[in-house]
């Protein structure tokens, strides 16, 4: 299953977390390494990962005649709100690794970037 992603990169919250990466799309803004682990656990753990990432709104067509970047190999996504019973909110943990690689440090390096991020699911290595 292939699923985008489109949108400007941002940092957003969670009512708790204020240091998370968003993504505001023409549907509003999503907190990525959430929306990915939601499809992660529908369509399985084995992503290849291509992105683009602009300083102006681009097309799909656009981006493809411009430098990408491909990543390969088992995934793994987190987004857990951690709570207590005393004391309430206390932090929110966030990952999303790609074949060894920490694709939420490298797209944080593009805050305020337009992204178009295309991610093919699988249950297994191809």
Do not use: P
């Not at 292939?2 to 009512?15: A, D, F, P, R």
């Not at 992660?40 to 990962?49: A, Q, S």
């Amino acid at each position: 299953m292939k699923k985008k992603y489109i949108g400007w990169l941002q940092k957003t919250s969670n009512e708790g977390e204020d240091d998370l990466l968003g993504l505001d799309t023409e549907d509003g803004l999503i907190i990525l390494a959430e929306e990915i682990e939601n499809h992660i656990d529908e369509y399985g753990n084995f992503l290849t990962v291509k992105y683009f990432i602009s300083d102006k709104e681009i097309t799909e067509t656009e981006a493809i005649e411009m430098w990408a970047r491909n990543l390969f190999g088992k995934s793994d996504a987190k987004y857990r709100i951690r709570c207590s019973d005393l004391t309430g909110y206390l932090w929110t943990d966030e990952e999303l690794n790609v074949g060894g690689h920490n694709l939420l440090d490298e797209l944080k390096g593009y805050l305020h970037k337009y992204l178009i991020l295309e991610i093919e699911y699988s249950k297994g290595e191809k």
